[in-house]
């Protein structure tokens, strides 16, 4: 029979094996910004907007609010439609007016989260054409400071700096932004709630900032599109812009319709200090 002291010593080290386990699990959760992250998805949006506009309206009468405005682009109903996102982040850049002369002549809408320094500062007349063609403009911070990372006055000052300057170039005050790398926590979630700005994640990315193949980037996209989805592009790489007519013609031959963020939530509103997927 063994000892009292040999069973003792084979759990402790078990237990010291599966601490060890645990500790590496937490450490790769961490750094992987995915602790405790919670998404809302746009159909749940519409869903829970649609139910309350059904219970009642200020004139007494049903209805589905499920309208949409899209700028000067038209309306859309995602409830019924087969919706999708197309979104870029980053810009803009000396890329973005060939971007927006085929958003143009495709009548396709986006949603823009823009950088500041070096961005919004060297190309304000794109920030304001944006905004003028129907498109959303949103934030991508100043600086592209990881957010995870900085302290609290450090993260307030990387997302109230372009909310003012895409203000003042469009006289919109962003209500939505990207974390840079996508990576957030209960603090910026806070301080975004403070501010007024919900979080914007995506469904479908490209890994363009690792190629300029046109054609693959292209794949990808379609390969990983659904509907609802939010399409996450940089229209900063020189492979991106030209894979957009591509990717808008063979998705709208699959029947989906382009929408801004908005739209892809509307009845619903996106909700400050959220996050949606």
Same mark, same amino acid.
């Given at each position: 029979?063994?000892?009292?002291?040999?069973?003792?010593?084979?759990?402790?080290?078990?237990?010291r &094996?599966?601490a060890t386990?645990?500790?590496?699990?937490?450490?790769?959760?961490?750094?992987?910004?995915?602790?405790?992250?919670e998404? !809302?998805?746009?159909s $749940?949006?519409r869903?829970?907007?649609?139910?309350?506009?059904?219970?009642?309206?200020?004139?007494?009468?049903?209805?589905?609010?499920?309208?949409?405005?899209?700028?000067?682009?038209?309306?859309?109903?995602?409830?019924?439609?087969?919706?999708?996102?197309?979104?870029f982040?980053?810009?803009? $850049?000396?890329?973005?007016a060939?971007l927006?002369?085929i958003?143009?002549?495709?009548?396709?809408?986006?949603t823009?989260?823009l950088?500041?320094?070096?961005?919004?500062?060297?190309?304000?007349?794109?920030?304001?054409?944006m905004?003028?063609?129907?498109?959303?403009?949103?934030?991508?911070?100043?600086?592209?400071?990881?957010?995870?990372?900085? !302290?609290?006055?450090?993260?307030?000052?990387?997302?109230?700096?372009?909310?003012?300057?895409?203000?003042?170039?469009?006289?919109?005050?962003?209500?939505?932004?990207?974390?840079?790398?996508?990576?957030?926590d209960?603090?910026v979630?806070?301080? $975004?709630?403070?501010?007024?700005?919900?979080?914007?994640?995506?469904? &479908?990315?490209?890994k363009?900032?690792?190629?300029?193949?046109?054609?693959l980037?292209? !794949?990808?996209?379609?390969?990983?599109? $659904?509907?609802?989805?939010?399409?996450?592009?940089?229209?900063?790489?020189?492979?991106?812009?030209?894979?957009?007519?591509?990717?808008?013609?063979?998705?709208?031959?699959?029947?989906y319709?382009?929408?801004?963020?908005?739209?892809?939530?509307?009845?619903?509103?996106?909700?400050?200090?959220?996050?949606?997927?």
């Open positions: 029979m063994p000892s009292l002291t040999r069973k003792m010593t084979k759990t402790g080290t078990r237990l &094996v599966l386990f645990a500790a590496a699990a937490s450490l790769t959760l961490a750094l992987s910004g995915c602790t405790k992250l998404t !809302e998805s746009p $749940s949006v869903n829970a907007a649609g139910t309350r506009a059904a219970r009642t309206d200020d004139a007494g009468a049903r209805t589905d609010g499920t309208q949409a405005r899209a700028g000067g682009l038209g309306t859309v109903d995602c409830a019924h439609a087969k919706c999708i996102a197309l979104t982040d980053a810009g803009p $850049s000396e890329n973005s060939r927006l002369d958003l143009k002549e495709k009548q396709v809408p986006a823009f989260f950088l500041g320094k070096r961005h919004i500062d060297t190309y304000p007349e794109l920030v304001r054409r905004a003028d063609e129907g498109h959303e403009v949103a934030s991508h911070t100043w600086t592209h400071k990881i957010l995870t990372d900085a !302290e609290p006055d450090e993260i307030r000052e990387e997302l109230e700096r372009p909310n003012k300057e895409i203000e003042r170039l469009t006289g919109e005050r962003p209500a939505l932004m990207r974390p840079p790398q996508g990576r957030t209960d603090t979630h806070r301080i $975004s709630r403070e501010l007024g700005l919900a979080e914007v994640l995506w469904t &479908v990315t490209a363009d900032y690792k190629t300029n193949d046109s054609d980037i292209t !794949e990808r996209v379609l390969d990983q599109s $659904s509907r609802d989805g939010i399409i996450l592009l940089h229209d900063i790489y020189d492979g991106t812009v030209p894979a957009v007519p591509g990717i808008i013609d063979a998705l709208k031959k699959r029947g319709v382009f929408v801004t963020v908005p739209q892809l939530l509307a009845p619903g509103k996106a909700e400050p200090g959220k996050v949606y997927r």
